[in-house]
Structures are given as C-alpha cells and as structure tokens.
C-alpha cells in the first residue's frame, strides 16, 4: 500500500512533442505528490508539486494531472527540448508525518532533436 | 539560496577503511535526509533527522553511521564497507514546520568500494 507505481520506464520523444510520465498510488493518507527530475551524476531536482485538493497544476511547459478517485497523477512536457533529457521520479508523501518520500521508479526521458 | 552542499564528490575507499561523507545546508532546515542511490533506481531513504534527533533509521547495517552535529551538517560515517555499498549517496533537507514539504537534495558523493 506504500508503493508508488511509476510508467513508462523509458520514454522517447521527439523535439516538440509531448511527454507523459503516469503514476498511481494506493494509500489515501498520501496527500502531498511531487515530481522530480535528475541529471546524470546530479542530484533530484523538485520540478513540480501537488495537493489532491487540485486536479492540475501548470508551471511554464510542465503540467501535474491529478485524480483523486483513480489514485492517479501525471506529468505533461509540453514542447518537450533536448536539455529535458532526464530521469523523472514521481513521488508521495503523507506531509506532516516524517517527510518519508515514497518514489516512483523513474522514467527516463530522451527527447530526440 | 536553496543548496545542499555535500563532499567529497566522489570517493574510492577499501573494505577496511574508515570514511565521513558530510553534508551542509544553510536555509534553516531542521530535518535532513540520507538516501542511497543504485543506478537507475530511485533515492532509497537511509536516515532522517528531526530537530537533530534520529527519526527514522530504515534498517541500515551498522558500517553506515549518522551524525548531526547541529541543524546545518550532517555526517555519514562508513566503516568497513562492502563492494555492493557502491553507489550515489544523496543528502536532502527540509522543513519539518512546513510538514517537511520540499526536500531539497545535495549533489551527491559517488562512492566506489574496492
């Protein structure tokens, strides 16, 4: 029940397209869902974050979906570049307890020129 | 200024030594993480401090022990270690009076164990 499952694994894109990471949950306490992104050799980077009480969230090209009855969120890329070309990790958190990440198992994007 | 500072980068160490990673952040975090990292696996949470106190320990053999000096440094000391301890070792930090929201991670120290 603490699982965060995370797809695809991998994920290839060409300049311009659009990029979707989907993730899903089953513990109804998690109410805190980041996305971050990591460079080779580089640590996570917070991208973007929700709260369920919020079904989208949008920053520049980045989009978080959210749907509390599926137990479902996803990430858009819009007008996915090159330097997007990373390893992106959803991740939940029940806020206020621990701060105990549970994260997806990634997807690695490449986004072809 | 959002930065996690760790160091070394990166450190090759033999089964017997013994060897600190160290880790430091100055946006007045109270809580600080380390995680494991595999390649291509996601950040696997090793230890939490709260308020410079232990909170979680997820179990992690006894060569891997923490430190918190005080609320900006966190240490990790390895002692004996094996080859398979080999990976990413990341520090992250964040604020437990915001419900520990945001963790902010270093940019980790790549250890190799011969």
């Known amino acids: 029940q603490q699982q965060v499952k995370q797809s695809p694994q991998s994920l290839i894109v060409q300049k311009g397209g659009i990029s979707i990471i989907n993730c899903a949950y089953e513990?109804?306490?998690?109410?805190?869902f980041p996305w971050y992104q990591q460079f080779p050799g580089k640590g996570p980077a917070l991208l973007i974050a929700?709260?369920?009480?919020?079904s989208e969230k949008k920053e520049g090209r980045f989009t978080i979906s959210f749907n509390k009855s599926a137990k479902q969120f996803s990430l858009h890329i819009m007008d996915s570049q090159p330097g997007d070309s990373a390893t992106y990790f959803c991740?939940?958190?029940?806020?206020?307890?621990?701060?105990?990440?549970?994260f997806g198992q990634g997807t690695t994007l490449q986004v072809k020129p | 200024d959002t930065e996690v500072t760790q160091t070394p980068k990166h450190l090759v160490m033999g089964m017997t030594n013994k060897k600190s990673l160290k880790c430091e952040q100055h946006?007045?975090?109270?809580?600080m993480y380390w995680y494991k990292q595999k390649a291509k696996k996601p950040p696997e949470l090793m230890f939490v401090?709260?308020?410079?106190?232990?909170?979680i320990n997820e179990s992690v053999p006894s060569r891997f022990s923490p430190e918190c000096p005080n609320s900006s440094l966190l240490n990790l000391h390895l002692h004996a270690l094996q080859p398979e301890d080999s990976a990413l070792y990341l520090c992250?930090?964040?604020?437990?009076?915001?419900?520990?929201?945001?963790?902010?991670f270093g940019p980790g120290t790549r250890l190799l164990v011969l």
């Open positions: 929700i709260r369920p009480d919020v």
């Open positions: 401090y709260s308020y410079e106190k232990l909170s």
């Open positions: 992250a930090s964040s604020d437990p009076d915001r419900g520990f929201e945001t963790q902010y």
């Open positions: 946006m007045g975090h109270r809580a």
């Open positions: 991740a939940a958190d029940n806020s206020g307890n621990t701060g105990k990440l549970i």
């Open positions: 513990n109804t306490a998690f109410d805190y």
